[in-house]
Nanobody, 129 residues
Framework: AQMVESGGGSVQPGESLRLSCAAS????????MGWFRQAPGKEREGVAV???????SYADSVKGRFTISQGNAKNTLYLQMNSLKPEDTAMYYC????????????????????????WGNGTLVTITS
């Protein structure tokens, strides 16, 4: 299985970026997928997640600015990031738990990252004036 992120770059505060994640090599009827980020010197944190029922959840720091979505074929994950701030600077990763069940845990950005089966290599987002 493979997850490949793209769309990162360097922009100024207030601008927007759209990240994409192409997933392949697995089939999942029930999943929790999402975007995580790691800023320099900090631990990786959950940003936004979506489950196979279409429910989304966001970290407080990005609510109202970021939107997670999927392509029609459900094998592409997007993160639309608006009103970017310098503190959004980080490496952004997509990840998936392809054996997710609501009975196991709720799909939230605070999900234990050890539950994710697959990870991409990340795409760098830099916000600088």
């Amino acid at each position: 299985a493979q997850m490949v992120e793209s769309g990162g770059g360097s922009v100024q505060p207030g601008e927007s970026l759209r990240l994409s994640c192409a997933a392949s090599g697995y089939t999942a009827n029930s999943y929790c997928m999402g975007w995580f980020r790691q800023a320099p010197g900090k631990e990786r944190e959950g940003v936004a997640v979506i489950d196979s029922d279409g429910r989304t959840s966001y970290a407080d720091s990005v609510k109202g600015r970021f939107t997670i979505s999927q392509g029609n074929a459900k094998n592409t994950l997007y993160l639309q990031m608006n009103s970017l701030k310098p503190e959004d600077t980080a490496m952004y990763y997509c990840a998936a738990d392809v054996q997710w069940s609501r009975l196991h845990y709720l799909c939230r950005p605070s999900v234990s990252q050890e539950r994710m089966d697959y990870w991409g290599n990340g795409t760098l987002v830099t916000i600088t004036s």
